[in-house]
């Protein structure tokens, strides 16, 4: 064991500590269940043939997306993955809107030009992954250094799986941001596969963490169903980024619960694991936690439940009212106009 393992959240007022209040803790819960619920009803729009190309879930890694994402600040960036839906919920960005790009539909962020999980709106601050792994980790390393030149006091956040730790660009990198000490968070999703590849054949390291100090600085590993554990790393992280302390490697374990995209029933994992890490499902851990030490009550559960319940309902119907691009916008959005860059995020 080469780097630090993290503890998990005991209770309510270390997680006040860490800066999440009740109130906050309840918001957490339901962008998990709008997580799971915009790609449960993805994947319905899928067998109904309403969706282009393929189909990429994140199942078992809400608690490690919105975990991270509660944790970094508003002027703060991102480059979530395919994995990562949790993210961009939880910066705000809504479920119609994510309903729409899956089905190509000109309200989508992009606005109908690229397939369903290469999405993201820039004025949340976050950049659209392009396809190649990790290739989103310069681009988030390349925001650091330009935080650091114009003497901003913001972090950026960049994702990447570990089957994508094993390319040249994941350790170039790390090297750069380590070197210079540049305000970048690196969050590895270690789903343990990478499509049908084992973690044992991505990296020869116990952790893929371990390699943090060999690129000269922290690496954690956390429990990626734990959204609270997950949370407090981010957030530690995050600030020490912010406050000139560099770059940290934090890795969230997790277990890639469905197939790498719908069209794969990821024959290749052994029944039992699954069965294993479904015992740890993250929303109904999360779901328990609250109880036990939040006292939510059955009525909040029912209330955030058929909340969540309605806004997809709503944002599915709104989403097939949207358009599909006209053909002659083609050449529309591939260059920014100013007033889009007009935001804190494009200074
Ligand atoms: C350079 C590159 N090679 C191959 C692919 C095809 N591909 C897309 S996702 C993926 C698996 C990546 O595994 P991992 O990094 O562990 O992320 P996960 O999908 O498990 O979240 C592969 C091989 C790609 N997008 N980019
Ligand atoms: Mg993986």
Redesign the pocket.
């Known amino acids: 064991m080469a780097v630090r393992e993290a503890e998990p959240v005991a209770s309510l007022s270390e997680v006040k500590e860490a800066g999440l209040d009740r109130e906050d803790l309840l918001g957490v819960y339901r962008n998990m269940l709008v997580t799971r619920g915009v790609e449960e009803r993805g994947h319905i729009l899928y067998r109904q043939g309403k969706i282009p190309g393929s189909f990429y879930t994140g199942r078992g890694n809400e608690a490690a997306a919105v975990g991270v994402a509660t944790a970094m600040g508003p002027e703060d960036v991102g480059t979530p993955?395919?994995?990562d839906m949790g993210v961009h919920i939880t910066r705000g960005v809504e479920p119609w809107r994510v309903f729409a790009q899956y089905m190509g539909r000109s309200d989508g962020p992009t606005k109908g030009r690229d397939g369903n999980v290469h999405m993201a709106d820039a004025r949340l601050g976050m950049i659209a992954m392009v396809?190649?792994?990790?290739a989103m980790l310069p681009v988030a390393v390349g925001c650091a250094l330009a935080f650091r030149i114009r003497e901003e006091a913001r972090v950026a956040v960049g994702w990447?799986?570990?089957?994508?730790?094993a390319?040249g660009d994941a350790h170039e990198s790390m090297t750069f941001a380590g070197t210079r000490r540049l305000p970048v968070v690196f969050i590895c999703?270690n789903?343990q596969?990478?499509?049908s590849t084992p973690t044992h054949l991505?990296y020869a390291t116990e952790h893929v963490a371990d390699r943090a100090s060999a690129y000269g600085f922290d690496g954690v590993v956390v429990d990626g169903t734990d959204v609270l554990a997950v949370y407090r790393e981010a957030k530690r992280a995050i600030e020490k980024a912010r406050g000139g302390g560099g770059p940290t490697l934090v890795e969230c374990l997790t277990l890639?619960m469905e197939g790498?995209a719908v069209h794969d029933d990821a024959f290749y994992v052994p029944k039992p694991v699954f069965e294993e890490w479904a015992k740890q499902d993250p929303i109904e851990r999360f779901r328990v936690w609250l109880q036990e030490h939040a006292n939510m009550t059955t009525e909040e559960e029912e209330e955030i439940g058929a909340g969540v319940k309605k806004l997809l309902n709503d944002a599915l119907q709104r989403a097939e009212e949207s358009p599909l691009p006209d053909a002659s916008g083609l050449l529309e959005g591939v260059y920014a106009t100013p007033e889009d860059l007009d935001t804190p995020h494009h200074k």
């Open positions: 993955l395919h994995r396809s190649h792994l990790p990447f799986g570990e089957g994508a730790s390319r999703d789903n596969w990478a499509y991505e890639r790498h």
